[in-house]
């Protein structure tokens, strides 16, 4: 029992195992209810990898946003520019907050 937490990986957003998700079957990402509809019908579903088809959803989608060679997430700018700022977590969160209260 208990409830999972689970990162889209097309809107970032962290949800939890209680609403309805599918797993990526291209790259395994989960992907969020308010996602799912959307990339179901821009990817298709339906095509899970040879023997593995037990670990997706019948709907999962054969593709998403994450995995588009053409389309670069939110997530994915974010994840390039924390890298490239050599900063930590921390260092970030007290410069946006500083910022934040200055711009006020
Ligand atoms: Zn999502
Ligand atoms: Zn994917």
Redesign the pocket.
Known sequence: MGVDYYNC?VCGEIFTDCGPYEI?T??E?FICGWCLEDTQEKYGTGNPPEGEEGYYGEDAPD??S??DPEIVTDAAINKYLFKQSGKTKEELTAEILRLRKSSQ
């Open positions: 990986g990526c291209k790259c990402s593709g998403c994450n995995c």
